[in-house]
């Protein structure tokens, strides 16, 4: 099918998604003004919150590293951190493939191979999202899953979502095969660009990828006590969450960085243990302190000249 028909289909989900959660809101506009918003803010845990963030930003791309490695290509630290942060901010684009092909050409221009750039921006992509749903399935599938399913499948929503996490989880070990890894090439139209993913390689990108996770679960805790400190947001509750609402806001292509669809789920997502006004509070701080994670993080970088292989 046409690429045409896919962006028609992801911009259909988009606006589904955004007037179902719309039309929630309306409906309890109510809820939503009468609910206490206690904004306080305390800068010592937006700070930390800021601070977790870019620690898991790091160890990402450590993790990234990690694949190039096991493809012997090289990339100096500090580059690397240049063209993560900054290449991440392509995702402000509509369709996000500006992420992957900015992060492929910046570190092509620092000697790594073309076909290498490409293929582990593609590979890392694949291990966040196979990661993702897996912390997603485990932390909030479970409930998700038998509240939306009980009128059809009892009880087996919960299984329904191990199952999901299981096949994520293969999923992300089959990147070591090349059968795999030649047919995601050829459905991007470069089959030499994903070369399969040495297992030592592997076994770290998938650790930090869960650590990241585990990390914005927790950074997403800190926002809660430097904003609305009244609210209660458990650890898993918040983790799943933001995974959650992080991949649906992802995998929407036509909505630059899933503004808006992200929100939404994450309202979905945190109505029932917090309600619906600080759900929809949470969300729009959680919004705003995501850009500044993103532009923080890339800032030192932007006037810093880079090092290619012809300066060398």
């Not at 179902?20 to 206690?38: E, H, K, M, S």
């Not at 990147?175 to 076994?203: H, N, Q, W, Y």
Request: net charge positive; glycine share 10%.
């Amino acid at each position: 099918m046409s690429k045409t028909f896919w962006r028609v289909i992801q911009g259909i989900i988009a606006v589904t998604i955004l007037v179902f959660i719309g039309l929630q809101v309306a409906d309890n506009w109510a809820d939503v003004t009468a609910a206490p918003i206690a904004w306080k803010l305390r800068w010592e845990f937006i700070a930390a919150s800021l601070m977790v963030t870019w620690v898991m930003y790091a160890f990402l791309i450590w993790g990234w590293r990690e694949v190039l490695h096991g493809w012997n290509e090289w990339i100096r630290a500090i580059d690397a951190a240049r063209i993560w942060t900054i290449s991440s901010l392509g995702k402000y684009i509509p369709f996000k493939v500006w992420s992957i092909a900015g992060m492929a050409v910046m570190a092509e221009r620092t000697g790594v191979s073309g076909t290498a750039a490409t293929g582990s921006a593609i590979i890392m992509q694949l291990i966040a999202l196979a990661t993702g749903a897996i912390v997603s399935l485990m932390l909030t599938g479970t409930t998700v899953l038998d509240y939306l399913l009980r009128p059809y499948l009892g009880e087996w929503g919960s299984m329904l979502a191990f199952a999901g996490a299981a096949v994520a989880l293969l999923c992300a070990g089959a990147l070591t095969l090349p059968s795999i890894t030649r047919r995601i090439g050829l459905l991007i139209g470069k089959p030499e660009s994903v070369r399969p993913v040495d297992p030592g390689a592997l076994a770290a990108a998938l650790f930090v990828n869960f650590l990241a996770w585990a990390g914005y679960g927790l950074a997403f805790q800190l926002l809660v006590l430097g904003t609305i400190p009244g609210l209660e947001l458990s650890w898993s509750t918040a983790t799943g969450a933001f995974a959650t609402s992080y991949i649906i806001g992802y995998l929407i292509l036509v909505v630059p960085a899933g503004i808006g669809v992200r929100e939404a789920a994450l309202v979905f997502l945190l109505k029932g243990p917090l309600g619906l006004g600080p759900a929809v509070a949470l969300a729009a701080a959680s919004r705003i302190t995501l850009t500044v994670n993103e532009i923080g993080a890339a800032v030192p970088f932007l006037f810093k000249r880079s090092t290619s292989r012809d300066d060398e």
